[in-house]
């Protein structure tokens, strides 16, 4: 079936440092890729999402592009803050099924000042 | 607009209860799904409604139901609790048939504890 690996963590990098969090999937089909972000004790945040092979989804100054050769949608940053220190989630959904998300395990981000 | 939300935000029951949960989603979205997030097995696809219909069932026994209502609002039950159910409970609702149909929005979650 469908699933999605991501790097463990925690993750712990000083303000200002380059972010990546890598992300890979296998799904038949063209499944839609999103990265979710989790604050301690509140629900998960959409951070952002490609829908096809070769997108670039991007905010807040988070990018991810959809990368269908390798399978992958890994997540960039170039400049983190203390702020965005959280979990981070790597998701898909398959074509036809969009009521059901597929997480990866969740990766945290320490960031320090 | 208002966004997703949950009642009770916490729960304490013990193991043989049973536990209803609620879940409001945003203002014209008609899909709602749950999810189960546990430590161990992170997050888990329960199931999703759509029109009062379940539309996706995830891999849970049948001691875990849902229904959806008319106005969209969801409940979840779990009936003869166990230690394992004990977990962060999600809904997430999205507005199906548009281009932006595949985004969900998730509320804060009903934190569920089985003593």
């Known amino acids: 079936g469908d699933s999605v690996t991501q790097m463990e963590g925690p993750v712990t990098l000083s303000e200002e440092a380059f972010l990546t969090i890598n992300c890979t999937y296998t799904a038949t089909g063209y499944p839609s890729l999103f990265w979710y972000v989790q604050y301690p004790g509140e629900g998960l945040q959409l951070l952002l999402k490609a829908t096809k092979a070769d997108d670039k989804g991007s905010n807040k100054g988070f990018e991810a592009t959809y990368r269908k050769e390798t399978t992958s949608f890994h997540l960039e940053k170039g400049s983190v803050q203390v702020s965005d220190s959280a979990v981070y989630f790597c998701a898909l959904t398959s074509s036809g099924n969009t009521g059901k998300l597929i997480f990866g395990q969740g990766t945290t981000l320490q960031v320090k000042p | 607009k208002a966004g997703v939300t949950q009642t009770p935000r916490y729960l304490i029951k013990t193991r043989g209860q049973q536990v209803t949960l609620s879940c409001s989603p945003i203002s014209g979205h008609r899909s709602v799904s749950w999810y189960q997030q546990t430590p161990g097995q992170g997050l888990q696809f329960l199931f999703e409604?759509?029109?009062?219909?379940?539309?996706n069932k995830g891999n849970f026994p049948g001691r875990f139901s849902g229904r959806q209502f008319s106005n969209s609002r969801s409940e979840m039950n779990v009936s003869t609790l166990e230690l394992g159910d004990s977990a962060l409970y999600l809904c997430?609702?999205?507005?199906?048939?548009?281009?932006?149909?595949?985004?969900?929005?998730f509320g804060p979650g009903t934190r569920l504890t089985v003593l």
């Open positions: 997430a609702s999205s507005l199906v048939g548009t281009d932006r149909g595949d985004e969900q929005f």
């Open positions: 409604y759509f029109s009062e219909t379940q539309r």
